[in-house]
C-alpha cells in the first residue's frame, strides 16, 4: 500500500478548516490522511447539514466517488486540524482498484469501516440525549479545548435547535464541563 502511495500521491498539507471535497462538486482527488482531523457532513434538500463523522489517519477521503463512478462528491469534507494527506487523482484511484487487489481490498475495508461508522453515528443521533451528542462532537472537533463554534451550524449539525442547544450548554457551564474564557465568546471544555 505504501508503494502505491509513494509512487502514485502527492503528500500535501491542508490548514485548518479548509474543504477538502464539498457535496455536489467535481472531485478529483482521493486523499489518504496521514494526520490531523476531518469532519463530514452532509446537507438535506431541506437544507439542514448533519455531521457524518470525523476522519482521521489511515482514513482515505473519496473511496466512494471511486466506485460509484461519478466524479462529484457525496459528502463535505473540511479540515478541523491541519492535517498532512496524501493525494491521488481519482482517474488513478479508479484505474489501481480494478488492476490492484491490494489496493481494491484496502479501500473496501475502509468503506465496511465508514458504513459501521455511520450506523453508530445514525443510532447515537436517535437514542443519545443532546448532552452526550454534544460532548462526542466538541471532543471530535476541538481538539485543542478551545471551543468558539457557530451555534447555529452546531445544532443544524446535530439535528437540534438552537434553543436546545443553548439549554444544553447553559447546562454545561453550570456543571464546569464548558468554563468561559476571558473572551466570552469562546469556552474552555473540561471532560
Given at each position: 500500500m505504501l508503494e502505491i502511495l509513494k509512487k502514485y500521491g502527492k503528500k500535501i498539507t491542508i490548514k485548518k478548516n479548509n474543504y477538502l471535497?464539498?457535496?455536489?462538486?467535481p472531485i478529483e482527488n482521493v486523499f489518504h490522511i496521514i494526520s490531523g482531523t476531518c469532519k463530514v457532513t452532509t446537507q438535506s434538500e431541506n437544507g439542514n447539514i448533519?455531521?457524518?463523522?470525523?476522519?482521521?489517519?489511515?482514513?482515505?477521503?473519496?473511496?466512494?466517488?471511486?466506485?460509484?463512478?461519478?466524479?462529484?462528491?457525496?459528502?463535505?469534507?473540511?479540515?478541523?486540524?491541519?492535517?498532512?494527506?496524501?493525494?491521488?487523482?481519482?482517474?488513478?484511484?479508479?484505474?489501481?482498484?480494478?488492476?490492484?487487489?491490494?489496493?481494491?481490498?484496502?479501500?473496501?475495508?475502509?468503506?465496511?469501516?465508514?458504513?459501521?461508522?455511520?450506523?453508530?453515528?445514525?443510532?447515537?443521533?436517535?437514542?443519545?440525549?443532546?448532552?452526550?451528542?454534544?460532548?462526542?462532537?466538541?471532543?471530535?472537533t476541538y481538539p485543542n479545548r478551545i471551543f468558539k463554534g457557530n451555534l447555529i451550524q452546531i445544532a443544524q449539525e446535530l439535528g437540534t435547535s438552537y434553543r436546545h442547544l443553548l439549554r444544553v450548554i447553559k447546562k454545561l457551564k453550570e456543571e464546569n464541563i464548558l468554563t468561559p474564557s476571558k473572551n466570552k465568546k469562546e469556552y474552555i471544555i473540561n471532560i
Amino acid at each position: 500500500m505504501l508503494e502505491i502511495l509513494k509512487k502514485y500521491g502527492k503528500k500535501i498539507t491542508i490548514k485548518k478548516n479548509n474543504y477538502l471535497v464539498r457535496e455536489d462538486f467535481p472531485i478529483e482527488n482521493v486523499f489518504h490522511i496521514i494526520s490531523g482531523t476531518c469532519k463530514v457532513t452532509t446537507q438535506s434538500e431541506n437544507g439542514n447539514i448533519m455531521s457524518f463523522g470525523f476522519f482521521k489517519e489511515n482514513d482515505v477521503i473519496g473511496e466512494v466517488e471511486i466506485f460509484n463512478n461519478k466524479n462529484i462528491a457525496t459528502t463535505t469534507v473540511m479540515s478541523v486540524t491541519d492535517m498532512i494527506c496524501i493525494k491521488i487523482p481519482l482517474k488513478t484511484c479508479r484505474k489501481l482498484a480494478k488492476e490492484d487487489i491490494q489496493y481494491c481490498n484496502f479501500l473496501a475495508a475502509s468503506l465496511a469501516v465508514k458504513l459501521t461508522i455511520s450506523s453508530n453515528i445514525f443510532t447515537q443521533n436517535i437514542l443519545l440525549p443532546l448532552e452526550d451528542r454534544l460532548l462526542l462532537y466538541l471532543k471530535n472537533t476541538y481538539p485543542n479545548r478551545i471551543f468558539k463554534g457557530n451555534l447555529i451550524q452546531i445544532a443544524q449539525e446535530l439535528g437540534t435547535s438552537y434553543r436546545h442547544l443553548l439549554r444544553v450548554i447553559k447546562k454545561l457551564k453550570e456543571e464546569n464541563i464548558l468554563t468561559p474564557s476571558k473572551n466570552k465568546k469562546e469556552y474552555i471544555i473540561n471532560i
